[in-house]
């Protein structure tokens, strides 16, 4: 027996299908792109595309007063988290705040790995050190730090009045965008939050790297500089073997303007420990600031 399909029927379910598709975009999008504060467009000539930041200002903001400045990876992420422990903090320190500028990724294009990889590590991350012949792309975490050296920073300056209290926090791989930028432009950030810092890429190279500057560079640190390190302890092994590297290399390389601390969130797995970290790294920042002179 021949089955007839109404022609309308099949084209308003194609609709209805092309319909909810974009619904579903469109949702994706403004999850991703749109946040809850103010949302900037900058373009940018050094990655040669446009970026959006998003930035939360204090409840009290007041023009006329000078703020501290966080700056994190990876947009919404946890921005929720980040704005409460931010408000309690406040609360505690007598109205003190910061004003937090987080960056999303692009939507339309993997720009993750790209901008938070550092250029010593392929972009498609891997356990093994590379081989000589290896053609695979490094990360191109050098040019989105010099983004915010030289034209997000600037930026912010213009619009509002700073102090020289700054942070650069991240969670995997932007753990290990922040720890390249520690130890490539130590001097930028007084303060650098590393969450599940993905330092296992291309067999740890980025803890080598972190343990040779520690180990020679010393003159660095022309200021005080705090740095919190977390995991969650039921990470993958690789994670917590890295982890456990970075701990070493501090504990053997010792600073005399150089502040570190870290935690291991018991029962935590990855995505779990930056929802836990962020309160102690604010925390710890704070107490570092002080017993700064």
């Given at each position: 027996?021949?089955i007839?399909?109404n022609?309308?029927?099949?084209v308003?379910?194609?609709f ?11 949702s994706?999008?403004?999850n991703?792109y749109?946040s809850a504060y ?9 990655l040669?595309?446009t ?7 204090p409840s009290?903001?007041d023009?006329?007063?000078?703020y501290s400045?966080i700056?994190?990876?990876d947009?919404n992420f946890?921005l929720d988290k980040?704005d ?6 406040a609360?505690?320190?007598g109205g003190?705040q910061?004003?937090?500028v987080?960056?999303p990724?692009?939507?339309?294009v993997?720009?993750?790995?790209r ?6 590590a392929r972009?498609e991350?891997n356990t093994e050190a590379?081989l000589?012949?290896?053609t695979?792309p490094?990360?191109?975490?050098d040019k989105f730090l010099?983004f915010?050296?030289?034209e997000?920073?600037p930026?912010l300056?213009?619009k ?5 209290n700054r942070v650069?926090?991240g969670f995997?791989?932007?753990?290990s ?8 432009k130590?001097e ?13 890429y291309?067999?740890?190279t ?17 200021q005080?500089?705090y740095l919190?390190l ?5 990470e993958?092994p690789?994670?917590l ?5 970075l ?8 600073n005399n303007?150089l502040?570190?601390?870290s935690i291991?969130n ?9 929802l836990l970290?962020v309160a102690?790294a604010?925390g710890?920042?704070?107490?570092f ?5």
């Amino acid at each position: 027996m021949a089955i007839h399909i109404n022609k309308n029927y099949l084209v308003n379910l194609v609709f209805a299908v092309i319909a909810l598709s974009l619904i579903i975009l469109g949702s994706r999008y403004y999850n991703h792109y749109v946040s809850a504060y103010t949302d900037v467009t900058i373009d940018s000539k050094v990655l040669n595309e446009t970026r959006k930041i998003f930035i939360r200002l204090p409840s009290n903001y007041d023009a006329n007063k000078t703020y501290s400045l966080i700056i994190k990876t990876d947009g919404n992420f946890n921005l929720d988290k980040w704005d409460e422990s931010l408000t309690m903090l406040a609360k505690k320190q007598g109205g003190k705040q910061a004003i937090l500028v987080a960056i999303p990724n692009l939507f339309f294009v993997s720009s993750r790995n790209r901008d938070l990889v550092p250029p010593y590590a392929r972009q498609e991350v891997n356990t093994e050190a590379r081989l000589d012949d290896d053609t695979q792309p490094n990360g191109e975490a050098d040019k989105f730090l010099q983004f915010i050296e030289i034209e997000l920073l600037p930026y912010l300056s213009s619009k509002f009045k700073l102090n020289n209290n700054r942070v650069l926090s991240g969670f995997s791989a932007g753990g290990s965008f922040v720890l390249y930028a520690f130890h490539t432009k130590t001097e930028l950030f007084n303060g650098y939050f590393a969450f599940s810092p993905a330092a296992w890429y291309d067999d740890m190279t980025v803890v080598s790297k972190v343990d040779t500057f520690l180990k020679s560079k010393n003159e660095a640190f022309k200021q005080p500089t705090y740095l919190f390190l977390s995991v969650g302890g039921d990470e993958h092994p690789l994670m917590l073997e890295a982890y456990n590297n970075l701990e070493q290399t501090f504990k053997t390389n010792y600073n005399n303007n150089l502040l570190w601390e870290s935690i291991i969130n018991p029962n935590a797995e990855h995505n779990d420990n930056p929802l836990l970290s962020v309160a102690d790294a604010l925390g710890g920042y704070q107490r570092f600031l002080n017993k700064t002179p």
